[in-house]
């Protein structure tokens, strides 16, 4: 018989396969088991059910058998529980200890189920269920562990999907937090609340012009490159001039000359120029 084999050095080789061969290892048949080969005991053992702690054995076994949480028969689930525990004893003593711990609860539940009950006559009182405690941890200890399956089920980074990071320059896509119109309005109601103590009571007639505000905005801009929000404005001048200067601004950021920016809630609110803008 031949095959093609792995052989040292990682080559692919036809092998002719001795048939009376105990083995073959990197190609080579090995005729006798050597008398040193150690193998542990664990290495053969195949575990069919593996459980998280004592709950999750009598969980599985009230499960398994259909019995009733709620009207757990003591002496049939005590009996079962204890043969798996017995088999865990002599292989895995020091994880044993939690279980051994369980038997014995189990144990008194059932000899204190055994014992007479008082007299009703005597005793008005319902008398409590020995078993009362056990099966409100394995029912909170059930709902723990449907929980858990529940997340287990969500995607999960690493499992389900991978992440991609994309590394960028620094400062290539900063984003500034867009201005919220509340604060715009605030500072707006700022502006009106300081020209209206500042107003005179005469009657004039100004011709005042929305373009001529935004050359006057952009010329001052360019020389500071950006400037508060509220610095545009002179409310000293009265109101009309506020409001055409506030539709000067509106306006160049309507046209994409300006930028209208505001780091965070309730901070300034700042106005610069962009890069090539210019108004004639």
């Known amino acids: 018989m031949v095959?093609?084999?792995l052989i040292d050095g990682g080559v692919a080789a036809e092998v002719e396969r001795d048939a009376s061969a105990v083995?073959?290892?990197?190609?080579?048949?090995?005729?006798?088991?050597?008398?040193?080969?150690?193998?542990?005991?664990e290495a053969l053992e195949i575990i069919l059910e593996s459980f998280e702690g004592p709950l999750d054995l009598l969980l599985y076994l009230i499960r398994?058998?259909?019995l009733d949480v709620l009207d757990i028969p003591m002496a049939e689930l005590t009996r079962q529980y204890l043969v798996y525990v017995e088999g865990m004893r002599h292989r895995y003593l020091e994880l044993a200890a939690e279980y051994l711990l369980m038997a014995a609860v189990l144990i008194e539940i059932k000899s204190r189920m055994l014992l007479p009950k008082p007299d009703a006559a005597t005793d008005e009182s319902e008398p409590e269920d020995p078993r009362a405690e056990l099966v409100r941890r394995l029912l909170e200890y059930e709902q723990m562990k449907l929980?858990?399956?529940r997340l287990d089920r969500l995607p999960q980074p690493g499992r389900d999907f991978s992440t991609v990071l994309v590394a960028t320059e620094p400062g290539q896509f900063l984003r500034v937090p867009d201005v919220n119109p509340e604060d715009l309005r605030q500072a707006w109601l700022?502006?009106?609340?300081?020209?209206?103590?500042?107003?005179h009571h005469k009657v004039t007639r100004e011709q005042l012009s929305v373009r001529e505000h935004m050359s006057r905005i952009l010329r001052t801009l360019k020389e500071r490159s950006y400037a508060e929000f509220t610095e545009l404005f002179d409310p000293?001048?009265?109101v009309p001039e506020l409001v055409v200067t506030l539709l000067a601004v509106l306006e160049l950021g309507k046209e994409y000359l300006v930028s209208i920016t505001q780091q965070a809630a309730f901070a300034p609110?700042?106005?610069?120029?962009?890069?090539?803008?210019s108004f004639d």
């Open 64 to 66: 398994r058998h259909n």
């Open 269 to 277: 609110i700042y106005v610069s120029v962009k890069d090539g803008s």
């Open 147 to 149: 929980a858990a399956e």
């Open 190 to 199: 700022g502006l009106l609340a300081r020209a209206r103590m500042t107003r």
């Open 3 to 5: 095959e093609l084999t």
């Open 23 to 41: 083995a073959h290892v990197y190609g080579r048949p090995v005729h006798e088991v050597p008398t040193d080969l150690y193998i542990p005991p």
């Open 236 to 238: 000293d001048r009265g």
